[in-house]
């Protein structure tokens, strides 16, 4: 049975902090998108990353299993090349069933964190 | 009279700090979703939480009143089982009237606080 | 002619913090709801809120001039009653012509503050 | 091809911290608007911003690329005006063909920065 949620997500202002202050790997700077799977078949998603000045990279491709959750951090999508550091980027965020995934960004910068959330924009 | 909003709500990232900072309990780490019950019925909600690494549990049960907003902690429901400390999760929240859900966390592990609240997505 | 939006918006979410940090009025904690009323007629917005214990107040009405902007915080919400410190609560905010609204909270009980804000639930 | 998302989005809560602490550029208190432009043809992106207390300005115009991601801070909309610092405003933002605007705040007014984003409201 599929889960909640819909196939197409989107993710308009990403960027990955430079550094980080305190206790790895919880306080390292990272940037994550949450995918949950809430149905029975594996989720196959596909990640293009857009940016300012060059040419989309991806598709990064992650499998989210049946009634499973998963939070992937930009930062480990490393199969195809190292995402800059400080530099904007978006994504668009595509599943062959439908899920819900959530934009989350920790910035641990300066000694304390600063942290947002917000549902990614569901496009279709 | 039902009130406004759905009926399913789903958080995709869930997650909660496993230690904290400040007067207690206003400043303890926790992660809440927030339910507005604007009808006049009660709200019969069922709370689904989801793993990376395991089965789902749940549902885990609460009622809010007719014409009234509750702000629930996931710390709080204890009646199946302690949710797992520094643990990714998500959750489904299926209510029997339209009610609103937003989701919000206070992480207070570092001296100041993050914090993060979005409008939970609206799923059906 | 009607500006952009719909005319139900929700907030689940609401809290005032009961003390405050740092330099007054910026860094005076407080919760406000922000609307923007880009058609031509002046929209008349009335707020219910909504507590966990008791009936819910209002309605509060505020004026939003056509193209204007408006950020009302709900500590000054006071011409029925004093909304309680500390104390959860929810808002269903109506207006008769189409408004967009944002929910944002400062909380300054630590030297360092926190932020939020998102947008509110469009119920209709 | 067209990509991804909406013509017209709304920020209901714009507001330009007046000063900064840290390390420029970067730790600049800011506030952007970002966009997705996943089609292949370049967007013509019109953004009015209305105040509290006096007509609406602009519109100011932005490009952004086909394929192409852009993270405009309201500080560099200064072709036609300064924005008021310490000024509460709201923008609608349009464009000529679909994208995707989210609105992210930085304020490092104090040592430690709040931070918050959120997708902007999609009005149509």
Same mark, same amino acid.
């Given at each position: 049975m599929d889960g909640v949620g819909k196939t197409t997500w989107v993710i308009a202002d990403g960027y990955?902090? !430079?550094? *980080?202050?305190g206790r790895e790997p919880e306080m390292t *700077?990272?940037?994550a998108f949450c995918v949950l799977n809430a149905g029975d078949r594996p989720a196959?998603?596909?990640?293009? @990353?857009?940016y300012a000045d060059r040419d989309p990279s991806g598709p990064f491709r992650v499998t989210v299993e049946g009634k499973r959750n998963r939070h992937v951090r930009f930062n480990d999508l490393v199969d195809r090349e190292v995402l800059p550091l400080s530099a904007d980027y !978006?994504? @668009?965020?595509? *599943?062959?069933?439908? @899920? @819900?995934?959530q934009h989350t960004r920790l910035d641990s910068r300066q000694a304390e964190n600063g942290l947002f959330s917000t549902i990614a924009y569901p496009a279709g």
């Amino acid at each position: 049975m599929d889960g909640v949620g819909k196939t197409t997500w989107v993710i308009a202002d990403g960027y990955l902090p !430079a550094w *980080s202050t305190g206790r790895e790997p919880e306080m390292t *700077s990272h940037e994550a998108f949450c995918v949950l799977n809430a149905g029975d078949r594996p989720a196959i998603v596909e990640v293009m @990353v857009y940016y300012a000045d060059r040419d989309p990279s991806g598709p990064f491709r992650v499998t989210v299993e049946g009634k499973r959750n998963r939070h992937v951090r930009f930062n480990d999508l490393v199969d195809r090349e190292v995402l800059p550091l400080s530099a904007d980027y !978006a994504a @668009v965020i595509r *599943s062959n069933v439908p @899920v @819900v995934v959530q934009h989350t960004r920790l910035d641990s910068r300066q000694a304390e964190n600063g942290l947002f959330s917000t549902i990614a924009y569901p496009a279709g």
